[in-house]
T-cell receptor
Framework: DVKVTQSSRYLVKRTGEKVFLECVQD?????MFWYRQDPGLGLRLIYF???????EKGDIPEGYSVSREKKERFSLILESASTNQTSMYLC????????????FGEGSRLTVL | AQSVTQPDIHITVSEGASLELRCNYS??????LFWYVQSPGQGLQLLLK??????LVQGIKGFEAEFKRSQSSFNLRKPSVHWSDAAEYFC?????????????FGQGTTLQVKP
């Protein structure tokens, strides 16, 4: 089975802190994604990556950056956390084939005080 | 603009009753179509997907969905709901080429099941 692991399930941070959310997948998938999930808004794409050291902005990249130094790992970075970034963050991966099916991690719930 | 609409934010059904969750999309061309389910505290799990061919697709856990091109809809159905089906359900669409995996999600429908 494909496994996407998000290292932190729950985090509480203070405004202005730098936050790292880590995601690792074990199926050699080329493509990785970070989504943000908020009630009533569904999932919105923050950033995605089709290869190591490559990244592309999604629909809501402001306030976020990403890093993909290794194929299996995709990190989301909040340079200076703000209260409006309190949310559930979901990492996903998929093969480079044209199926589009995403495999999701269990999510990281971030609270910024 | 590309979008996915799930008109029902919250649905309550009795255990054993039938279920239909609605999904409508706006997209430049016929996309790939997906339904995902999210149990409390969990990530999303794929229920089923439509790529081509038969417009009635079967998924896991007894779910099915029907693609209707003329209505730009992809409604999810189940003949008899079980208490364990209580969860949040997301419809999603994605491109047939290019940015594979870059899905657009609906707002989600929360399903509550009454005993």
């Amino acid at each position: 089975d494909v496994k996407v692991t998000q290292s932190s399930r729950y985090l509480v941070k203070r405004t202005g802190e730098k936050v790292f959310l880590e995601c690792v997948q074990d199926m050699d998938h080329e493509n990785m994604f970070w989504y943000r999930q908020d009630p009533g808004l569904g999932l919105r794409l923050i950033y995605f990556s089709y290869d190591v050291k490559m990244k592309e902005k999604g629909d809501i990249p402001e306030g976020y950056s990403v890093s993909r130094e290794k194929k299996e790992r995709f990190s989301l970075i909040l340079e200076s956390a703000s209260t409006n970034q309190t949310s559930m963050y979901l990492c996903a991966s998929t093969t480079g084939g044209n199926t589009g099916e995403l495999f999701f991690g269990e999510g990281s719930r971030l609270t910024v005080l | 603009a590309q979008s996915v609409t799930q008109p029902d934010i919250h649905i309550t059904v009795s255990e054993g009753a039938s279920l239909e969750l609605r999904c409508n999309y706006s997209y430049g061309a016929t996309p790939y179509l997906f339904w995902y389910v999210q149990s409390p505290g969990q990530g999303l799990q794929l229920l089923l997907k439509y790529f081509s061919g038969d417009t009635l697709v079967q998924g896991i856990k007894g779910f099915e969905a029907e693609f209707k091109r003329s209505q730009s809809s992809f409604n999810l159905r189940k003949p008899s709901v079980h208490w364990s089906d209580a969860a949040e359900y997301f419809c999603a669409v994605g491109p047939r080429s290019g940015n594979t995996g870059k899905l657009i999600f609906g707002q989600g429908t929360t399903l509550q099941v009454k005993p």
